[in-house]
């Protein structure tokens, strides 16, 4: 196992280098630059400050530079914020982005599994019905409506809530409930739909029939003989959904005042702030690979059909 | 089946009432007794229906800026039932034009995925051998890309050049949404064709003497048209999703156009005092894309009924 995970950490290096290329041609190709300001600037200024970030240099050697940085671990100087590396920007935003991301994934993972499962024990009766319209819902209802509704209802109707924003730059729970609920939403009602299709499949077999005749509880019947036989396409399913949270962060950052990597790549797209861009796009390509290459091994652990190879 | 008994069928007249049912007759019974799916196909059709004649009768025009009425609560009065937005524009127009854009960006983009994504799965499936593992590596090899930075790395750049030609900006929008939308499709196809190759009805149809365009047209367009269409009518809630989320982070279509996302990334900055600007748009889209997803699960059940 540690050989394939290896073998496949190899080929994720040419995956990461064709987005590294791909971002970067996209940006240089486009009109405009960092420096753009209301005022055209003088000639000279211009060319100085180009020259100061290598920008002047024709862009294939920019390229074979910045990869040579990217190498050695160094993402280059912020091109906005003067006194900031893409390092320093990056390890700010972090946290936060983390915390939401991290929280939203257990808890889809959590209450979508239990909702799967309750749904498909009591397949095509009311309970099932419900849960699997609240899941209709939920997939059919984005982050971005969802967000400012829930704003609307628990942080100014009812006051409950802050509404956004970091507690003088802390993350406090309080702080964090709606946008992780918001973020995970979607991606529990997913959950729950996969894990009651692949239950309903599970519950029918034999085996299952088995446990039962042998007068084990339904509870241990269920979580220990049934969910580890449903579970696989959960697991595989992890890496999408990373990616999809990962897409989601970008909305809720935005909506709920967060200063997380995902605002830093939008306001950094919009601003044409080059190496900011490509550090979140490095970080965010990684870890979706790296959830992939886990949700794989995971997969192998829990079922030995599936042989790695 | 066999064509040539097909033929005599028709050839006698009395034949008429006992002609099997295709398909596709079982897939529209079943379809039609889903009370979810039509009820959804009557409310979205409704939807298109008042928002075309909306845009062409509604007193109010949605660019048109009226000062004397910046934030006008929903009221009778002087029609403005949806009420008005921060800068005076009456918001029923607003909602309906961007109902239809963000339905028609949805329709087109999901057509350029079918486009690209048919042609490239069927390809790949015919061909087989080396050409299939090079097109199929290269479709797992994108898959694993974020293209969501790659979508929004795409329009942020060329925003000064789509600035005031929000066509040129639709068109993109359209292009990049597609351009990655195909994947899934593509895999879709591929496996299909694949599989309905070695199918025995195939080898049967070829026993029986049909050609390969009857084949095709016979066998492998209507087994593959199933999985295509419910795929496809899944797609466009999710393109419709994703223009929304361009939109919103501020990327999409650009004023004095709008559309759904648009209008609730606007509607959540007033929402403290002009909550409606925000609940009208929200529900517009809430309702359309609920009714794509049961229409979407609803013609699964009808085409392929084991999944149910």
Redesign the interface.
């Known amino acids: 196992m540690l050989g394939y995970a290896a073998r496949r950490l190899l080929v994720a290096i040419p995956t990461v280098l064709v987005i590294i290329t791909v971002a970067f041609f996209m940006m240089r190709a486009a009109p405009g630059s960092p420096f753009d300001t209301e005022r055209p600037m003088p000639e000279e200024i211009r060319q100085r400050i180009l020259a100061a970030y290598d920008l002047d240099k024709p862009v294939l050697q920019q390229y074979v530079s910045y990869l040579g940085g990217v190498l050695h671990g160094d993402l280059g100087p912020s091109l906005k914020y003067r006194d900031k590396t893409v390092a320093d920007i990056l390890i700010e935003g972090a946290p936060v982005s983390a915390v939401v991301g991290l929280s939203a994934l257990v808890l889809a993972t959590l209450m979508g599994t239990a909702l799967g499962v309750a749904a498909a024990l009591r397949q095509n009766k009311a309970g099932d019905f419900g849960v699997m319209a609240v899941a209709l819902i939920g997939i059919s209802v984005p982050p971005f409506v969802v967000g400012p509704l829930l704003q609307l209802f628990f942080g100014l109707h009812l006051g409950w809530l802050p509404t956004g924003g970091l507690d003088r730059g802390e993350i406090t729970l309080e702080r964090m409930i709606l946008p992780v609920i918001t973020l995970s939403l979607p991606q529990i009602a997913i959950t729950s739909r996969l894990m009651r299709a692949s239950m309903i499949e599970v519950i029918r077999s034999n085996y299952i029939r088995t446990a039962r005749a042998k007068g084990l509880s339904e509870f241990r019947v269920v979580a220990r003989h049934g969910l580890r036989a449903a579970l696989p396409p959960l697991v595989s399913y992890l890496g999408p959904a990373s990616a999809a949270l990962v897409t989601g962060s970008l909305v809720i950052e935005q909506v709920f005042q967060l200063p997380g990597i995902g605002r830093q790549f939008v306001i950094g797209a919009l601003q044409r702030d080059y190496t900011v861009v490509m550090g979140v796009v490095i970080i965010y390509a990684s870890l979706i690979i790296f959830m992939n290459l886990i949700a794989d091994l995971l997969l192998a652990t829990l079922d030995p059909k599936v042989r790695l190879e | 089946m066999i064509p040539a008994i097909n033929d005599a069928r028709e050839a006698t007249t009395a034949a008429a009432a006992a002609r099997g049912r295709s398909l596709w007759d079982d897939a529209r019974r079943r379809l039609l007794r889903n009370r979810a799916a039509v009820v959804s196909m009557a409310v979205l059709a409704a939807f298109i229906v008042i928002a075309v004649v909306g845009l062409l009768l509604w007193p109010h025009d949605y660019k048109a800026i009226d000062r004397s009425a910046v934030g006008v609560p929903p009221t009778m009065e002087n029609l403005h039932i949806f009420g008005t937005d921060a800068q005076g524009r009456d918001l029923l127009a607003r909602t309906l034009i961007g109902f239809l854009v963000s339905l028609s960006v949805g329709v087109v983009a999901t057509m350029v995925s079918l486009a690209i994504g048919v042609a490239w799965g069927a390809t790949a499936g015919f061909a087989g051998g080396r050409v299939d593992q090079f097109m199929m590596r290269t479709v797992d090899?994108i898959y694993?890309?974020?293209y969501?930075?790659?979508v929004?790395?795409?329009l942020?750049?060329?925003?000064?050049?789509t600035t005031g030609k929000p066509f040129l900006k639709l068109l993109l929008i359209f292009a990049a949404i597609g351009g990655v939308e195909w994947l899934t499709m593509s895999r879709i196809v591929r496996g299909q064709t694949l599989t309905l190759r070695r199918q025995e009805f195939v080898e049967a149809a070829v026993a029986g003497g049909a050609t390969n365009a009857q084949i095709v047209r016979r066998h492998i367009v209507p087994n593959v048209l199933g999985p295509v269409v419910v795929y496809m009518t899944l797609t466009i809630?999710v393109v419709i999703?994703a223009e929304?989320?361009l939109s919103?982070?501020?990327?999409g279509v650009q004023e004095p156009l709008t559309s759904l996302?648009s209008l609730?990334?606007a509607?959540?900055e007033d929402?403290?005092t002009k909550?409606w600007t925000?609940l009208f748009p929200?529900g517009v889209?809430?309702a359309t894309?609920?009714c794509f997803?049961?229409i979407g699960?609803g013609l699964r059940d009808a085409i392929d009924p084991k999944d149910r």
Request: aromatic letters at 10%; charged letters at 10%.
């Open positions: 090899v694993s890309l974020p969501v930075f790659l929004i790395l795409l942020a750049v060329t925003q000064d050049v809630p999703l929304s989320f919103f982070i501020g990327l996302g609730i990334k509607g959540s929402m403290e909550p925000l929200a889209m809430m894309l609920l997803n049961f699960d």
